[in-house]
């Protein structure tokens, strides 16, 4: 099993950038698909990004794809987004999600095994 800290968050201004990372706990965390979701208010939560588990396939939503910037540091248990230019839209509850089973980095919620509790970005116009 695997606990999950996300951090990172804040307020910002539209074009501005912002670092999240995601602390895992647990011996496994280099074993697992890692991924980053948001999800907005009167959203559902959708998928932003994601790495598999050594770190040299990613995947990214079409929002997301050259402005953000997936990343792990197994050894230090960390994930890591880096976000870019950011817009209005992009304002959202930010959540990272393990994958134990994966062979594949999926965009879909239910392959998730577990979840942080999130952390808010809120990108000012």
């Known amino acids: 099993q695997v606990q999950l800290v996300e951090s990172g968050g804040g307020l910002v201004q539209a074009g501005d950038s912002l670092r999240l990372s995601c602390a895992a706990s647990g011996r496994t965390f280099s074993s697992y698909t890692m991924a980053w979701f948001r999800q907005a208010p009167g959203r559902e939560r959708e998928f932003v990004a994601g790495?598999?588990?050594?770190?040299?396939?990613?995947r990214y939503a079409d929002s997301a794809q050259g402005r953000f910037t997936v990343s792990r540091d197994n050894p230090k248990n960390t994930l890591y987004l880096k976000m870019n230019s950011l817009k209005p839209e992009d304002t959202a509850v930010y959540y990272c999600?393990?994958?134990?089973?994966?062979?594949?980095?999926?965009?879909?919620?239910?392959?998730?095994?577990?979840w942080g509790q999130g952390t808010q970005v809120t990108v000012s116009s």
């Open positions: 999600a393990a994958d134990a089973h994966a062979f594949f980095i999926s965009m879909a919620t239910m392959r998730y095994d577990y």
């Open positions: 790495i598999d588990w050594e770190g040299g396939r990613t």
